[in-house]
């Protein structure tokens, strides 16, 4: 089985096909990074422009390094929602296009599902697949929830951000110190060298009940500390501190929040074994780190897909195609797009939490 699979729906124009086998044949990614650099953030507008003119040149490249010609192909996914509708629309309608040409199955992916069956494309360390159901914990740049996953299009929400989500919180409080975007990367970086124990950070919602996630108050915090520190621009020490304690206050919270959400996995799973971590910030190693000796704690295994599939991919849409195709599930040519489109419909919004539950 071998499906094409695109992603569009925020800034990276992506295209990928992996087979029924677990073997990723070519993994495109255009990333419009130095297109919205100059905003300090995606603007929605000008990625919408950028996807059109990339998406053509990458889904040739994905086609001819997997050395296929269109007709070899099972289905073609893309996503679909949620995203900026702009971009969605462009990777929806030239899969469409393909589906409607080659006469093969079209499949919408839920782009929060790409990431969270990414893992089982990639296995575990030793590449063994993994079962379900796990555990997961997506954050990224648009969510930070805590999921069980049951199966392909089977979710149960066990906790969701109600105001930030802490990509989002890593973006905002790079951005405040002038460190650029995507904010997480740099943060991690500069964070190797700081001091964690210099600023008193808060933890938003330790210790209380439950697993939902709030990542304003911290951000907030930030600015406040910024604004404390000498005027002028902030010196590379403070910087470096400031993200050390940053990402350790959000590792607090990580744990806190995994740690709750592994017992009420474990009640409705005794013999669960494992959480995921998935999502753009699932890509921060010292974050990992926190998360794997919550697991080991509570006797699971973190599992967590390469770095450079943690970042949006088409590798995991076309993934995600492969497990509803095996299902026996594609979609007409008639879909929607969805730009909310949440994996757990049952799970009720939460207080606070916007466009973001
Ligand atoms: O999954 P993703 O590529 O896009 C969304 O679907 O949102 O995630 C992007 C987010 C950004 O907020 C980015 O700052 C964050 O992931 N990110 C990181 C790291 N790499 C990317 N956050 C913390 N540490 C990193 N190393
Ligand atoms: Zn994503």
Redesign the pocket.
């Known amino acids: 089985m071998k499906v094409l699979g695109i992603e569009t729906?925020?800034d990276?124009t992506a295209a990928a096909v992996v087979t029924g086998a677990r073997t990723i044949l070519s993994n495109e990614v255009h990333s419009q990074l130095d297109d919205h650099r100059p905003y300090g953030g995606v603007v929605p507008e000008v990625a919408a422009r950028a996807h059109l003119e990339a998406i053509q040149p990458i889904v040739r490249s994905a086609m001819e390094k997997a050395a296929l010609e269109y007709s070899d192909l099972d289905a073609v996914a893309a996503t679909a929602g949620p995203?900026l509708i702009g971009g969605v629309l462009v990777g929806v309608m030239t899969a469409k296009a393909i589906a409607s040409v080659h006469k093969i199955p079209f499949i919408a992916v839920n782009?929060l599902e790409g990431?969270a069956l990414t893992v089982r494309l990639t296995g575990d360390e030793q590449g063994k697949p993994i079962a379900f159901p796990y555990l997961l914990l997506l954050v990224?740049?648009?969510?930070c929830q805590l999921l069980i996953v049951e199966g392909p299009g089977q979710y149960k929400r066990l906790g969701t951000t109600i105001d930030d989500?802490?990509?989002?919180a890593?973006?905002k409080s790079?951005k405040m110190m002038g460190l650029g975007y995507?904010?997480?990367?740099t943060?991690?970086r500069f964070a190797l060298n700081g001091n964690p124990d210099r600023f008193d950070l808060p933890r938003p919602l330790r210790k209380r009940p439950g697993c939902d996630f709030s990542f304003s108050g911290l951000k907030t915090k930030v600015r406040q500390t910024i604004e404390s520190l000498p005027p002028g621009p902030v010196s590379e020490q403070d910087k470096s501190d400031l993200c050390a304690s940053f990402q350790k206050a959000a590792g607090d919270v990580l744990a806190d929040r995994c740690a709750n959400a592994i017992d009420m996995f474990l009640k409705r799973h005794p013999n669960g074994q494992t959480l995921v971590v998935a999502?753009?910030?699932a890509?921060?190693?010292e974050?990992r780190q926190r998360l794997s000796s919550v697991a080991a704690n509570r006797g699971l295994t973190l599992v967590a897909p390469p770095v450079h599939l943690?970042?949006?991919n088409a590798a995991m849409i076309a993934w995600a195609g492969v497990e509803r195709l095996k299902l026996g599930h594609s979609d007409p040519l008639t879909f929607r797009p969805r730009p909310r489109w949440p994996l757990d419909p049952d799970a009720a919004p939460a207080t606070g939490a916007g466009v973001k539950a």
């Open positions: 729906s925020c990276e995203g782009h990431h990224s740049g648009g969510h989500a802490l990509g989002e890593f973006d790079a995507p904010g997480g990367p943060v991690e999502g753009g910030v890509a921060n190693l974050l943690c970042t949006d």
